[in-house]
């Protein structure tokens, strides 16, 4: 324990830690129920250890409220949810070396597939459940070549050890106030998958994330893949609570000390606080090192007994300092609230994100494995 103090603080960190993420499961099970009830199938995307949530955990809650099937970037990803037990579909949607791809397979994923040398890959290695990818205006993953996606899915569809599950595609700014090139990707993917279908009875098409879904209010496809959502994130950068959405993660640690500061005397590297009047800082012991970007460095607050504080100074990478001011009546070992709820007050992803130039999901993902997840469930299930 930082100060040496035995088992942590009473009202401190749980468990006696100096930093922990707090991830309510039912609120992650919860948001995935709003969204299953808006798509025919939903896959909830749990890759980057569901974006800082804790993978296995989440995969968990996200199937109880109602997803069917899980997504993952990385071959290793869905190795970890079979070594813990979990059993649903998996869709490993990431570019994968042909050593990945075996350990894909060996985890019993679904792939996807965009050219032939792939497929040869896959053949060679025993074959698998394949999803097909469209290029239609991501510029990334997939083929833009609408007569190779058609050969593609013909091709696995002939071959025995093949199978033609899915025809995908991915959106490049569903989260854009602009529609139009969100509807002409739409577009595009649905022509191509229309016919696809009737040819192939069965085969799941799916485009939509998060924000596609959200926007459209209902899905258009046969599935959905959602993960922000999923997390209670907004995609669009707003007031989750907007879409019916919990954020699921709250990120704190605690009040480690106390330091009385005169006129000029200052905090941290850099002396890039200095007091212009006698003041009392909160020493509280997490940083960069645990996904606090030092991009905060005297530009966030902080919740400490359900008010807002300013963190002044550079964030460190084990410690910051937050300004109480005279007489605030803050004491060692009191909680601190860096993301999530406190009393009246909120410090949402969505907030921290706007003040480094960023998105939400990068502030969950950030917070580093240097912080253990503590998994609760708070609030009734509707
Ligand atoms: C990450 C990802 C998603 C999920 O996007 P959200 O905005 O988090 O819902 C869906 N599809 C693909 C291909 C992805 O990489």
Known sequence: MPGGVPGGVPGGAPGGVRAAARINLAAIERNSARLARASPLLCAVVKANAYGHGAVECSRAALAGGASWLAVAAAAEAQELRDAGVAARILLMGALTRAELELAL????DVVAWSDEFLDWLDGLGGGRVHVKLDSGMGRLGTRD??????????????????????MTHLATAEEPDRSFMEAQIERFASWVGP???????????????????????????????????YGLDPYGGDPGDWGLEPALELRSWVAALKHCEVGDSAGYGRRFVAAEPTELAVVPIGYGDGLRRLLSNNAEVLIGGRRRALVGTVSMDNVTVDLGLGSGVTVGEPVILLGVDGRERIGAEEIAARQGTINYEITCAVSPRVPRDYHRDGAHP
């Open 106 to 109: 060996a985890a019993d994923a």
């Open 146 to 167: 609408v007569a190779l996606a058609d050969a593609l899915a013909a091709r696995i569809a002939a071959t025995e050890a093949l199978e033609l599950v899915g025809a």
């Open 196 to 230: 696809l279908r009737d040819r192939h009875p069965g085969l799941i098409a799916h485009a939509e994330n998060s924000a596609a879904l959200l926007g459209a209010g209902q899905a258009r496809f046969d599935m959905a893949r959602c993960g922000g959502a999923v």
